[in-house]
């Protein structure tokens, strides 16, 4: 299970990504507060698709080993416990006739150190983080409402350049369509887990755990589209790549 051609594909996305903060950041002028040692996202609450799961925890375990590997999963089993928690108030408010938007405001409120943010407040795993991570500090588009870093310095009411969350989602469950149709996984709800960067570090992504059928006739990721001839003045570089399935639009969806 190496899963080689979707790990480019998700790296694909990745380099896009990082392209287009840095390009809002140049729009932005003094919006973006990102700098190193700042760590306010290394607290925040949030999920990873399965590409991105899998992904992390394999540079993770290609990284480190010993008394390093050993004390950052003790972090992300601390983490994990933590966010069970908070993820079980959230559900107990729910059965308690709580709406929505009080729920998703709590959870937003909530505070878990990630694993990965060592001592001197830098990432362990920095080159390989999440989507989510890389765009922290931009403005984003999350189900038609925007967002921004508390420490962001954007104007309230103002109009910038957004990042669409739910296109990345889109392109992210894509992804983890095609790794579950690669392993032939006789668990159908596979390429729609969510799991927290803690959980993703310490589960042991074994073809058992993934249901993969290898005895059976493992089903091909479906290949790459050719360029077409609108490739040739495309003014993107190469990561945005996949025949443009894994581009970034900024503030909108792609179309169907």
Do not use: W
Not at 185 to 201: D, H, I, Q, R, T
Request: charged content about 25%; overall charge negative.
């Amino acid at each position: 299970m190496e899963f080689k051609e979707i790990f480019q594909k998700y790296e694909a996305l990745v380099a896009e990504v990082d392209k287009t903060f840095n390009k809002i950041s140049e729009q932005t002028e003094d919006g973006i507060k990102c700098a190193k040692g700042c760590s306010d996202c290394c607290h925040a609450l949030f999920d990873l698709t399965l590409v991105e799961a899998i992904y992390i925890n394999r540079k993770f375990n290609e990284t480190y080993s010993g008394m390093e590997r050993s004390v950052i999963m003790q972090d992300a089993d601390k983490a994990d416990r933590l966010i069970h928690k908070i993820k079980r108030r959230a559900f107990k408010a729910s059965q308690s006739g709580a709406s929505t938007t009080e729920i998703l405001k709590e959870v937003s409120l909530a505070r878990v150190k990630c694993p990965c943010l060592k001592e001197d407040n830098l990432c362990a795993l920095y080159d390989y983080r999440p989507l989510t991570c890389r765009i922290y500090g931009v403005p984003m588009n999350i189900g038609g409402q925007a967002h921004s870093c508390q420490k962001s310095g954007f104007t309230a009411g103002k109009a910038y350049p957004t990042i669409n969350m739910d296109t990345l989602q889109s392109k992210l469950m894509q992804l983890s369509e095609e790794l579950a149709a690669s392993i032939n996984s006789s668990l159908k709800e596979l390429p729609e887990v969510l799991v927290p960067l803690s959980m993703a570090l310490v589960t042991d992504y074994t073809p058992e755990y993934l249901g993969a059928n290898t005895g059976d006739k493992v089903e091909e990721p479906a290949p790459a589209a050719e360029p077409s001839e609108a490739c040739g003045t495309c003014d993107k570089d190469k990561s945005a790549c996949a025949s443009c399935n894994y581009s970034v639009e900024l503030g909108a969806m792609p179309e169907k």
